[in-house]
């Protein structure tokens, strides 16, 4: 059980980090590139399957096997227009861009849902297909 935890507190830690770094360098829509680098990344790394659509910007990941139903997870990534004031350590270095939307929580919490699930997918009855 203590193994569990302590892959828990991983998990958490790499997320928080993840909504950190998203927050500290916030992208305004369709513009999200670097941001959807660091996601396709993640993903990567977790080894989840990601789907090649012909998007710009964004992506959309795919866990589990084709039988069985479809459940769609969606992520906003983008930015707003405006200066932040927060005084957070990890503040936005964007000059005029901010995740003041919560998109930043939006897509780490998105991405360790894609994650967890992924250590599951072979008690998945269906797929599970995650938009960023």
Known sequence: MKEIREQ???LASQIQAFRHDMHRFPELSNQEFETTKKIRAALTAAGIR???LPLK??????VGEAAGPLVVVRS????LPIEEESGVDFASENAGVMHACGHDFHTSAALGAAIL????????????RILF
């Open 8 to 10: 828990d507190r991983a």
């Open 50 to 52: 990601i789907l090649d």
């Open 57 to 62: 910007t964004g992506l959309v990941a795919e």
């Open 76 to 79: 906003d990534i983008d930015a």
């Open 117 to 128: 699930l992924q250590q599951q997918a072979a008690s998945l009855k269906g797929r599970v």
